[in-house]
């Protein structure tokens, strides 16, 4: 009976074999579809518009009516670079949410 029961230990690996390959297919088709529609927010989101109140106005033109001793203390205390630290800040939790699938 050694034959017999190495025809079912073939079988058995078969399956097996047969059962992985469903389930990375069906991984590899979410991760596609995922990617489509990811793909799909994306253009959407670049085709908003900036509105106009928003597009004639940057941190540099705002900064530049300040007063000179007001402009010298912005400098100094390093806003410039406190700004850039709180908005990688907000990029670093924007991507970490979108990466562990919007757990919120």
């Known amino acids: 009976m050694g034959w ?3 025809f079912k230990d073939w079988l058995i690996s078969m399956w097996k074999a047969l059962w992985g390959a469903f ?3 069906g991984n590899d088709m979410i991760l596609k579809f995922l990617k489509k529609v ?3 927010v994306a ?3 670049k085709d908003i ?3 106009d109140w928003m597009a004639d106005y940057s941190v540099g033109h705002l ?3 300040l007063s000179p001793s007001l402009g010298y203390f912005v400098d100094r205390l390093g ?3 406190g700004i850039m630290l709180i908005g990688a800040g907000y990029a670093f939790r ?3 949410k979108l990466a562990t699938a919007l757990q919120w």
């Open 63 to 65: 900064f530049s009516y």
């Open 79 to 81: 806003f410039s670079t």
């Open 43 to 45: 253009e959407l989101v």
């Open 94 to 96: 924007v991507v970490r």
């Open 4 to 6: 017999l029961n190495d």
């Open 38 to 40: 990811l793909e799909i």
């Open 49 to 51: 518009p900036v509105p």
């Open 23 to 25: 389930f990375d297919f």
